[in-house]
């Protein structure tokens, strides 16, 4: 499976981004896809996952209410939407995949995409 993201940038407090990661190769292995992020100086931490099947959601308590995790299975695409960004959202945000017996919280990332935001 590969994963590739896009739909980084650039932009000011308050602002949206929408970020899109398109899975290519055997996805029918996957059930629940994931954005994660990556600040500076930071661990990786978990922004919202969706399953593959039912599309049940799970987000990080710093992005509720603000960012929307959805999937379109035909065109083997996830996104992430993006609202009343803050500063501290700016993070490198990478796409993540897992399959259904893995005990890891990922089994493929993707290269990252980076979301800068400014104040």
């Known amino acids: 499976v590969q994963l590739v993201e896009s739909g980084g940038g650039l932009v000011q407090a308050g602002g949206s981004l929408r970020l899109s990661c398109v899975a290519t190769g055997s996805t029918f292995s996957i059930n629940v896809m994931g954005w994660y992020r990556q600040a500076p100086g930071k661990q990786r931490e978990l922004v919202a996952t969706?399953?593959?099947?039912?599309?049940?959601?799970n987000y990080a308590d710093s992005v509720k209410g603000r960012f929307t995790i959805s999937r379109d299975n035909a065109k083997n695409t996830m996104y992430l939407q993006m609202n009343s960004l803050k500063p501290e959202d700016t993070a490198v945000y990478y796409c993540?995949?897992?399959?259904?017996?893995?005990?890891?919280?990922?089994?493929?990332w993707g290269q990252g995409t980076q979301v800068t935001v400014s104040s």
């Open positions: 969706i399953t593959t099947g039912g599309g049940n959601t």
């Open positions: 993540a995949a897992r399959t259904p017996r893995s005990q890891r919280v990922a089994d493929y």
